[in-house]
């Protein structure tokens, strides 16, 4: 979860996606971002020389975000859209993706996290196809480049306050979007 605001808008639509999770047995791990040390990518490539785990030489919280990730069926993105895309701790985090990816260097071997499960909850202020598509579609990138497997999204629009995020629909939409994402994690 990217929002710097961990009880804001996108944490009030996590609310009924998690404890739809959490009612059908799945282990959900909440990390958000905001309180993390997440630098951005040095671009120095150190890390595909690495053979068999991630191996960024940068010393900060995204190692073990990334071993979470490695961990997981499947990871979901949580952010608020402000600029037509992800807020700057989730860019970054992205951007450090090429130690799952080792596709140059010493341990050209593949990926780490090939056949993962991604999918995106965001919230935003415009309609989803203006306000989202853009971060949509890198992601959509990112998964085609990675062999990860991508599942959907769901967002939901602030209209005026907190309480857009709180009304029969969108807590339905949140909840129905975890089932389909439960359901896509089950076949096999």
């Known amino acids: 979860m990217s929002s710097p605001r961990l009880g804001g808008n996108t944490a009030e639509v996590l609310k009924p996606f998690i404890r739809e999770l959490e009612d059908n047995n799945c282990k959900v791990e909440?990390?958000?971002?905001?309180d993390k040390d997440i630098r951005p990518c040095q671009g120095c490539?150190?890390?595909q020389n690495v053979v068999g785990e991630y191996g960024c030489v940068q010393n900060d919280d995204v190692a073990s975000i990334m071993d979470a990730i490695i961990d997981s069926d499947c990871v979901v993105l949580a952010t608020p859209i402000?600029?037509?895309?992800?807020?700057?701790?989730?860019?970054?985090?992205?951007?450090?993706?090429?130690g799952l990816n080792k596709y140059y260097g010493k341990a050209a071997k593949g990926s780490l996290w090939?056949?993962?499960?991604?999918?995106?909850?965001?919230?935003?202020?415009?309609d989803t196809e203006y306000a989202a598509s853009p971060f949509e579609t890198g992601i959509i990138?990112?998964?085609?480049?990675?062999?990860?497997?991508?599942?959907?999204?769901?967002?939901?629009?602030?209209?005026?306050?907190?309480?857009?995020?709180?009304?029969?629909?969108?807590?339905?939409?949140?909840?129905?979007?975890?089932?389909?994402?439960?359901?896509?994690?089950q076949e096999v």
């Open 30 to 34: 909440y990390i958000t971002l905001a």
């Open 45 to 47: 490539y150190a890390c």
């Open 82 to 98: 402000y600029t037509w895309y992800c807020t700057a701790p989730m860019k970054a985090l992205l951007d450090r993706h090429y």
């Open 114 to 126: 090939k056949g993962k499960k991604v999918a995106i909850v965001a919230t935003h202020g415009y």
């Open 141 to 185: 990138r990112l998964c085609e480049h990675s062999k990860l497997k991508y599942l959907g999204m769901y967002s939901a629009r602030h209209v005026k306050n907190i309480s857009s995020f709180q009304t029969e629909e969108v807590i339905a939409g949140a909840r129905d979007f975890a089932l389909k994402l439960l359901a896509e994690c």
